[in-house]
């Protein structure tokens, strides 16, 4: 499996972008797939989960109500619309995927970075 992401950028705060992970090489259908962020200076840190069905996410308390998971099978595409995005969102944005009988992730994009300016 390959995942590449796309869609960072700068953006002012409050304002929104949406991330694309397109996936090779496997279906989303056999995948769980996941948003991972990286701010400088920091570890990365879980942002968003879907499983490999698409009826179950599971998202951080920091992005909870501003930033949605979404699947587009038929292209094979994961998305994160964010919303109302603030400073503290600045970072390296992965996307990630485990075939749904793995536990972790292990496969990984090569990340897309996102900025947000006040």
């Known amino acids: 499996v390959q995942l590449v992401e796309s869609g960072g950028g700068l953006v002012q705060a409050g304002g929104s972008l949406r991330l694309s992970c397109a996936a090779s090489?496997?279906?989303?259908?056999?995948?769980?797939m996941a948003w991972f962020r990286q701010a400088p200076g920091k570890e990365r840190e879980f942002v968003v989960s879907?499983?490999?069905?698409?009826?179950?996410?599971n998202y951080a308390d920091s992005v909870k109500g501003r930033f949605t998971i979404s699947m587009d099978n038929a292209k094979n595409t994961m998305y994160l619309q964010m919303n109302s995005l603030n400073i503290e969102d600045t970072a390296v944005y992965y996307c990630?995927?485990?075939?749904?009988?793995?536990?972790?992730?292990?496969?990984w994009g090569q990340g897309t970075q996102v900025t947000v300016s006040s």
């Open positions: 090489g496997m279906p989303l259908e056999d995948l769980d």
């Open positions: 879907i499983n490999w069905s698409g009826d179950s996410t």
């Open positions: 990630a995927a485990r075939h749904w009988t793995y536990d972790r992730y292990d496969v």
